[in-house]
């Protein structure tokens, strides 16, 4: 009997293990379809013969796409394709030997709402378009790589009208070869996104020295863009971004426009721009409650302007922290950094070497300065943009401080360097043979100590003066008062 119960049971748990197989079997559907390249031939492939196979490839990628599923990739050996329309959310890639050439654009049918773990890659893709969005998009681990693009013409390359709302895997650009032909203006890259992330590296960029563009708007988030190399006026404009990181990157020539967000710059190099400022900050077009950016460890050379912030207004409080950056060959012909007259823009740009011993040229609080110029409406915007101590070397190792004369009240005529040794970041110290004079920024109880020594020794040197001046007046009334009575 005890044996019978125990088999029993066996079966009563083998039956419920198969009820629960079956409800979750029922509750996750069927397995997802394996994603498959269907391949594409011209030279050797036949419509008539082939099923798009690597054993049997078709000619034409019409032809291939009668087999594709969504979610499969197009693989083309090699040749030249016209314009391709999409039917269905396909990847494409090229043979990394032969790489096939498809002239733009590349569209993406009415049908198609998503793109999910799709490639394009190794191909070569010339006209006044390639990829083009003209309809919202769900995008997830979506990757351009290592693509040739040779733009002509005023198209948009990569984007469109439609917005692409990404998520998870993100959008990847990684590894393209642009180039810009003609004498007009195009964009290399125009989408709307209010999600992320969005990655752009290891990426060579060349315009034709009339405007090529990287425009991404709306309210993007996690962007990151690295390794990359843009020349030739190319200018990347960012609309309200949550997390730009810009890193490693070399600006020859080139720009980027920020309106709003938050963000990093860190060890780039930006040269060889003649009137477009390097780094430009913009006011946030949408409501925003953090705006703040961090720019550390770039190098500046041979340009213009480093970073303008004169078009902020005061419709968010602006913060940015400028530190470790090089402006190298500077001098007062160059703008470094330029603030406007709104009391809600604050900028931390100390430690940067601006090109000079004596730090960089203000008309207002910094005349000796011999390197680059920071611009601020007045003097009244002095503590708006913070620079000593300043770097006096190029390579940052030493730093040096010079007290400002907007800071001490003083005429800036009549500036007079102090001894560095004295200066403090948040307090200075100026002590002459017969006064002692505080000016503080910053209080604690060594501070109220210094002040109250201070203060004594002062009024000790007004009695002492005073008793000098009576005993000195003394002789001198009564030397008169003989003289009239000889008289």
């Excluded at 590349?106 to 490639?119: C, E, K």
């Excluded at 601020?376 to 503590?383: A, L, Q, R, S, V």
Aim: proline share 5%; glycine share 10%; hydrophobic share 40%.
């Amino acid at each position: 009997g005890y044996q019978r119960r125990v088999r029993g049971m066996k079966v009563l748990v083998s039956l419920e293990f198969v009820v629960f197989f079956l409800i979750a079997w029922l509750a996750l559907g069927p397995l997802p379809t394996q994603a498959a390249l269907r391949y594409v031939d011209p030279e050797d492939g036949s419509d008539a013969r082939g099923d798009a196979t690597k054993e049997n490839p078709v000619k034409t990628i019409d032809k291939a796409l009668d087999f594709a599923k969504a979610g499969d990739t197009l693989y083309l050996e090699s040749g030249s394709f016209d314009s391709v329309s999409l039917p269905k959310p396909l990847g494409i890639w090229g043979n990394p030997k032969t790489r096939a050439t498809i002239k733009g654009p590349i569209n993406f049918g009415s049908q198609v709402t998503g793109l999910v773990d799709l490639y394009y890659r190794d191909l070569i893709v010339t006209g006044s378009q390639g990829f083009v969005f003209d309809k919202s998009l769900a995008i997830d681990g979506v990757t351009f790589e290592r693509l040739d693009l040779q733009i002509s013409g005023s198209g948009v390359f990569i984007g469109g009208s439609g917005q692409l709302n990404i998520s998870g895997n993100g959008l990847t650009f990684n590894a393209l070869q642009i180039s810009q032909s003609g004498s007009g203006s195009s964009k290399a890259l125009d989408i709307s996104v209010s999600s992320g992330p969005i990655i752009l590296s290891n990426t060579t960029v060349k315009g034709n020295n009339n405007g090529l563009s990287f425009n991404i708007a709306k309210t993007p988030k996690n962007i990151q863009i690295t390794n990359v190399t843009l020349s030739n006026k190319v200018q990347i404009s960012v609309s309200n971004p949550s997390n730009l990181v810009v890193t490693n990157s070399s600006f020859v020539g080139a720009t980027i426009s920020i309106s709003g967000g938050y963000g990093t710059f860190l060890f780039n190099s930006f040269s060889q721009t003649s009137s477009d400022p390097s780094i430009k900050i913009l006011a946030p077009t949408v409501e925003t409650n953090r705006f703040e950016y961090e720019i550390s460890n770039n190098t500046f050379q041979s340009i213009s302007h480093g970073l303008d912030l004169s078009s902020v207004d005061d419709s968010s409080p602006l913060q940015v922290a400028f530190e470790g950056n090089l402006f190298l060959g500077a001098n007062d012909k160059t703008t470094a950094i330029s603030i406007p007259a709104v009391i809600t823009v604050s900028v931390d740009a100390r430690n940067n070497w601006f090109g000079s011993d004596n730090g960089p040229q203000d008309i207002f609080c910094n005349q000796e300065g011999r390197g680059a110029t920071v611009e601020t409406p007045g003097p009244e915007y002095g503590p708006n943009l913070l620079y000593r101590p300043w770097c006096s070397t190029d390579d940052c190792s030493e730093v040096k401080w010079v007290r400002s004369a907007c800071a001490a009240g003083d005429d800036p005529a009549s500036f007079i360097e102090d001894d560095a040794d004295s200066m403090t970041p948040w307090g200075m110290s100026i002590l002459s043979k017969s006064s002692c004079i505080i000016i503080f920024f910053g209080l604690n109880s060594f501070s109220f100590l210094v002040i109250a020594v201070c203060s004594v020794s002062y009024l000790v040197f007004l009695a002492i003066f005073f008793f000098a001046v009576k005993i000195r007046q003394g002789p001198s009334h009564n030397s008169a008062s003989d003289q009239e009575n000889l008289t």
